[in-house]
């Protein structure tokens, strides 16, 4: 199994945000955590992360305990993750966003491969590579934030609120993208409060309600479950 | 139309108004004229300077007054009746307040008041220099007019300058003519050919080896403490420019270095006499520990706790050096004497020149490391934890290390300035290592342009160098400094010479708005 959280309680000082969550996810999936806004799902990934830790619970990758392993170490292992909000580095340029990116990596030669099939799947960044990554748009800057989360080698890759305060084209193509990298063999637990086309590419999905798993299945059933209708798509 | 040039004329009266009172006030009006006599080569640094120099000073700030007021180009339709209705009318309330407060004084001084006993810088002769030497009724409508005047009379000429045809062709084409020719092939061509290049650097060697041996003990004074001081602002850069973390309390490292190669190099307390090579690496060693055991308990914790915990450790540093209780140990409130100078092989060279030397070669060689610092993957790494710490953690950096590297190297170079401070003054005492430093240091590299080597230097010319030559001003030293940082947030919010971040020129060209296409 790729990755398996148990029983995970997080608390912000007397906030308890996490009250017990459970849920795994095997290699190749794309694993949906949908839910409403403060549900708690960046605590999560941030917790699988290492940038929170747990005051109950384990997260295991690949079979090994991961909640008391330093973040930088987590991101040698393959798990990464693209904060919400298009979280990229204003003031640098594309290129060295993507430099970043590859911060536990050493190797030039690969560096620079990878950094050529980014902007191979992202053509619009490589004309905007010279260009401070705050002057890009918002889709430009999601794809950025996803590329620099590419040239890290991701094994799991998180992805927190892509489609956020993006147009509906754009939350199309972003969807797309996130399908054409699983295929090609990273596994995606992947963060929305856009249930529908979260639901629509998942394998498999959560639902998460103040902290606490309330339903889950595949992602084809709760698309058509009357609770998560009533409640996340807008009771159509 | 003609009201709003009024309308602005009198505000920036007003502003200009106050400012006059309160350089009154405060005696600066006495220093200004002395700063202009400067200028036309006339000391007076301890008489009252000539009265032809005061009234340049105020003719100057009232055509700054005036042009400050009048239409800018561009903005407003700009005609002669605006920009003199502007010009005259800020000329006119600033010479109101002027003659005021002029005529107050004057009047109290005729009646044997001495305003002194409130207002410790209003001299009788400050009050006469205000009044021209005459009575206070002529004194203040001379003043009146002089600011008129010189307000109505800057508008005009500055107006004039924009708007006359062959004036402003000539300034272009005198500019452009410039730039061609240093953009022109030839130009262009010596300048980045190999040998030039030798040859300046050669030039520049040159001038440091030279000058130190030339101009006396007086400048290579004034300009070893630039020395050291662009050596702590290189430091705090690292911490606080790059890394991002504010550190208020800088001066703390500079004492342990200092104090550390004080204590292992003189005769008292101790008598360790230790050698100048040894106790100076013993001292950058030492601050750079306590800057590790600083950061160690806190640099884990979001937020400017660093800033308040360093201000709080060099506030504890500088009133344990002072205490009684310690005496025995750092020498107390007297400080420590004959502290070493360098050696070389024995042999200790400890003049000015030698140590102008040894502090170009230490800021040469902070420099070179900085700035290799800066392009290195820990460089990156700070910059991205400034930029976003979050972020730079989820892209495996580890925060907590990078800070706490970037701070003990901070501190290490404190100390480096602190262990040169100490042996070239062969004293140190609690009294060197008070609050101001650090907030000279911080005024230093904000002003200069923060994260930005070169504008460390620049600001530490300036907030060093320039209060030494202009010696007059010593006494607004912070009022100055208070001015320069509002006049920077203003104009310049990134400082002199901003951190370069590359391409921003190239890219702002070709997406100006950043949208999509
Ligand atoms: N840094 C924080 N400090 C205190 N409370 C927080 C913090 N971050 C999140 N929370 C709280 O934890 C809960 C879950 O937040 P979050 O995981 O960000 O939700 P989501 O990502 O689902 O919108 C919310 O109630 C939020 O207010
Ligand atoms: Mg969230």
Redesign the pocket.
Known sequence: MMLKVESLQVF??A?H?LQGISFHLEKGEIVALI??????????LNTVSGILRPREGAVAFEDQEIHEVPPQEIVRRGVIQVP?GRKIFSRMTVTENLEMGAYTHTDRAEIARDMESVFERFSRLRERRNQLGGTLSGGEQQMLAIGRGLMAHPTLLLL?EPSMGLSPILVEQIFDIIQDINEQGTSILL?EQNAQMALAIADRAYV?ET?KIVMQGTGDDLLKDPSVIEAYLGGH | MRSSAVDKGLRTGVVFGIVIVTMFLIGFTVTGAGLVGKIFGVQSSYSTPPLVFFSIFMILVGAWAGVTASPRPLLEADTWNRALLAGGSSGAVSGLFSAIIGFLFGELNSNRIDPRTYLPSVSPESIKMFLFDQTPFIGSLLMFALMTGSGLAAAALSFYLRNNGAVRSSLRKASESVWDSIRSERVSNIIQNKYTRYASLLAFAAILIILPRTWGGYWNYVFGTVGIYIILGLGLNIITGWAGQLVIGYVAFFAVGAYTFALLTAPEPHHLMMNFWVALGLGVLAAAISGLLIGLPILNLRGDYLAIVTLGFAEIIRILLKSDLMTPYTAGPRGIRDIAGPTILGKSFISDVDFMYLIIIAVLVVTFLANRLQNSRTGKAWYAINLDETVARATGINAFASKLLALSLSAAVAGLAGVLFASRNQFTGPDDHALMVSINVICLVIVGGIGNIPGIFLGAFALKGLPEILRETENYRLLIFGVLLIVMMRLRPEGFLPAKRPELEKASVQNPLGKEA
Do not use: H, P, Q, R
């Not at chain 1, 403060?38 to 605590?43: E, H, L």
């Open positions: 912000y000082g906030i945000a839910g409403a806004n403060g549900a708690g799902k960046s605590t999560v919400e927190d963060v998460l902290g």
